[in-house]
């Protein structure tokens, strides 16, 4: 079994910052991809960062400039540093990870979520 657990969100004022932070735990092989995703009250959710295990990065165009997605592949951790926070950027924030288990190859998995308000 894999968890996905992260850690982080809250209240912040516009233009301030905050830290996200996912752990990857369990039974894990491999991970080759780990990513945050945002989901706002009415809205689909969407991608905000995606990292690869090659270090590749790609980031929505609404956020490029202002966060920040890095990694620790020997924690299997993942992080998303967001500065300069608008209102817009309010949503519920999940970790994903394209992960391999003893028993399946790679799969896709989520956490539960963490809060992020932007708002003054």
């Known amino acids: 079994q894999v968890q996905l657990v992260e850690s982080g969100g809250g209240l912040v004022q516009p233009g301030g910052s905050l830290r996200l932070s996912c752990a990857a735990s369990g039974s894990i092989l491999s991970i080759n991809a780990m990513g945050w995703y945002r989901q706002a009250p009415g809205k689909q959710r969407e991608l905000v960062a995606r990292?690869?295990?090659?270090?590749?990065?790609n980031y929505a165009d609404s956020v490029r400039g202002r966060f920040t997605i890095s990694g620790d592949t020997a924690k299997n951790m993942v992080y998303l540093q967001m500065n300069s926070l608008k209102p817009e950027d309010t949503a519920v924030y999940y970790c994903n990870g394209n992960i391999r288990t003893p028993w399946a190859t790679y799969s896709i998995y989520w956490g539960q979520g963490t809060q992020v308000t932007v708002s003054s």
């Open positions: 990292i690869t295990s090659g270090g590749s990065i």
